[in-house]
Structure formats: C-alpha cells, structure tokens
C-alpha cells in the first residue's frame, strides 16, 4: 500500500468531526472510536486487515493526529470514516509521558463531544487482536450507562481507558464531563513539561476514569465486562494449558511500554497481520481468527 509524505494542512475540527459521526451511526448506532498517530499507523493496519471480513468498518471513526495519516488511511481504507487533528505528536507517544497525556486529554475532549451530540460510543484501541466482532453482543447489554473492562491484577479497581462503551444517557455523559474537568486540569498541570517528560501514573485518564466508576459519580451505573471475554495483555503471560481452553473475543496489546514492544509480541503470537508494506497477510487473518 501507498503511503504519502506532504500535508497540504487541510485540518478539519469539531464540527467536522460531528458531521462524521452522525453519518456513521446512522449505519450501526454505535459509532467505534480510537485515536492515531503516525507511529501508530502499523498497528492500524494490522487491526484494519484483522478485522476487514467482520463488516465493520463502515462504523469505525479514526482521530489522526496529522493530515498525512488521514490521506493514507482514506486511500487505502475508503470504507473507514477518518478526521484528522493538528496536533505535531509525531513518533512514539510512550504510557505516562507528557506528549501521551496530551493525545489522552484530546482524546477526552472529543468523546465528550460525541456524547453531547448524543452519538453512542464505543472507544477501542488498535493495537488489539479481534478474534470476534463484539459489536453485536456488547449492543444488546441494556440497562446501564457504562461498559467497562478490568484491568487484570487490579482486582476490579482500575479499569480499561481505551477499551469502554458509552452510552447516550444524561449520568455517562456527566462522567465524561467530569473526566474532561480533571483531564484539563492535569494538562495545565503540566504544560511548561517536555512531551517526553514522565507524568505521574496516578494521574491519567486510566486512573481518573477508574476512580469515578468506582465512587459511582453521578450514580452513574455500570457493568464490568468479563476478563475471559475481552483480555488484556496479561492473556500472554496466562499458564499454556489456561491460554489453550480460553476463548476470549478480544485480547488488548497492552502491559507493555512502546510500540517495538508491542509489535515484537503480536508477531510473536502471529497477531501482527501486515507485511513491512503494510500489505494484509488475509491467510493468517483467516487461520485466526474465528469461523
């Protein structure tokens, strides 16, 4: 596939992104969400050419943080909906460093915005394994504001930030509010910082989110979803005989730090579904995945 190099510094905004987000549920509801750069565009791929046969791709909304990611992604992928945001975060945005922190706090403020304009949303990562399409299932959980996902060894105290479903009701959107509040806050905190400068790890929107869930702001109700289903990163450090009798849908490529990490262990696990041309290996997607 072709990649481009020169931006011509078209960068849409707000409205934009609403416009696009409107068209979009109009086609599943559920409008799926996550946030990119170019250093992230290897792990997009991958996801894009993993999921390519699930019939999804017409409800995926990708944030790129740089016109050029945006021109890539339309010209290969035109069925994904794509906006793309100034922001000069090139590279690797490593957990807990300032330039990640300020991709977390944009990330935030649009989501927000999403859910004022009443557009369910379904916030997901793509350095991830699909083994399933969960969308269908996750749509039929009726009853509660909040999907949330445990992070493994937490004991149900912290969860996922980059893998929850939030719908259209008045107490997420007062949650997501009030992270927004305290995601600005830490921004400001640590705005005369380098963006490669280390940020606590107890201030993100992890942590933020978590204890907000926890403390049930708002009464805002919530269901956690089950580990076994849709996994962490910790799937890989599971005993084999454990690993071999589970069936998770989902296993996030996270509790490691950096991207060479990460792709180091999806090709390992043969969950990396690209070439060095980002070219999709469609068989091993097929031997994969499940029938």
Not at 29 to 48: G, I, K, M, Q
Not at 102 to 110: G, N, V
Not at 212 to 233: F, Q, T
Not at 269 to 279: A, E, G, P, R, Y
Request: hydrophobic share 40%.
């Amino acid at each position: 596939m072709s990649t481009k190099s020169k931006s011509d510094n078209v960068i849409e905004g707000e409205n934009d992104l609403l416009v696009i987000a409107k068209k979009i549920s109009g086609y599943n509801r559920t409008v799926l969400v996550t946030t990119v750069n170019d250093a992230y565009l290897p792990f997009t791929y991958s996801w894009l050419c993993n999921t390519k046969t699930m019939g999804i791709h017409k409800s995926v909304l990708i944030i790129t943080l740089d016109q050029v990611s945006k021109e890539n992604l339309t010209q290969d992928w035109p069925d994904i909906s794509v906006v793309a945001m100034n922001m000069q975060l090139h590279g690797d945005q490593t957990y807990s460093k300032v330039g990640y922190i300020k991709i977390m706090i944009k990330r935030t403020e649009l989501i927000l915005s999403l859910l004022m304009a009443n557009i369910e949303v379904f916030l997901f990562e793509v350095d991830s394994l699909w083994l399933s399409n969960p969308v269908p299932d996750l749509q039929k959980i009726k009853g509660f504001d909040v999907l949330v996902n445990p992070v493994a060894r937490t004991n149900t105290r912290v969860f996922a930030g980059g893998f929850l479903w939030l719908c259209v009701t008045d107490k997420a959107k007062a949650l997501w509010r009030k992270l927004e509040e305290e995601m600005i806050a830490l921004g400001e905190r640590i705005s005369q910082k380098l963006d490669n400068a280390p940020v606590s790890e107890r201030e993100n929107d992890q942590q933020f989110f978590s204890r907000l869930i926890r403390e049930k702001y708002k009464n805002v109700s919530y269901k956690i979803l089950p580990l076994e289903i849709y996994a962490d990163g910790q799937w890989y450090n599971l005993p084999e005989g454990t690993r071999k009798h589970s069936r998770p849908i989902i296993i996030n490529n996270n509790w490691v730090r950096g991207n060479e990490a990460k792709i180091s262990r999806a090709k390992k696990w043969k969950h990396w579904f690209i070439d060095d041309n980002l070219n999709c290996d469609m068989d091993l997607v097929s031997k994969t995945v499940y029938k």
